[in-house]
């Protein structure tokens, strides 16, 4: 596969994404960025501190405690599922033909769980590689790069 002209990438991460579209040809691909995504996502111990829930057994007085939710990580899915939700809103607009997403393994399936069958059909390939802290040539070259394996 190559990066055709007028290919959508999508480069995210829990905290940062970036929408890029190719504006050159399959075999020198330039990337143009369409849009950018950032979050402040503090560590769970920052945005809540709750003691964890506690329950009793179904036989006798004892209690347990329950695992406290991991709020940096519901915070960081959350993010990922609106730029899916930006996409998907692009795709029924008929705004791109063929996508390429890029994200962590942890992102990637939160963000392939959230994406609608009419977005899916137009996502020609998932990367399972965290991009977003290089420069856009860098990401060029790197998804080429992938695409080809």
Excluded: C
Aim: hydrophobic share 45%; proline share 6%; aromatic share 4%.
């Amino acid at each position: 596969m190559k990066l055709k002209t007028g290919i959508w990438i999508v480069v995210a991460d829990g905290a940062r994404g970036m929408v890029l579209v190719n504006e050159g040809t399959a075999d020198s691909p330039a990337l143009k960025t369409l849009r950018v995504y950032n979050q402040d996502n503090p560590r769970t111990s920052e945005q809540g501190d709750d003691k964890p829930g506690r329950s009793f057994e179904s036989s006798g007085a004892r209690r347990s405690t329950m695992e406290a939710p991991d709020l940096h990580q519901k915070t960081e899915d959350r993010f990922v599922e609106a730029i899916i939700d930006d996409l998907a809103k692009d795709a029924v607009a008929k705004a791109f033909d063929q996508l390429v997403v890029a994200a962590p393994p942890v992102a990637l399936g939160v963000m392939r769980k959230a994406t609608p069958a009419s977005l899916g059909a137009k996502v020609m390939a998932w990367i399972d590689k965290d991009f977003t802290k290089e420069p856009v040539p860098q990401i060029a070259k790197a998804i080429a790069k992938a695409l080809e394996a």
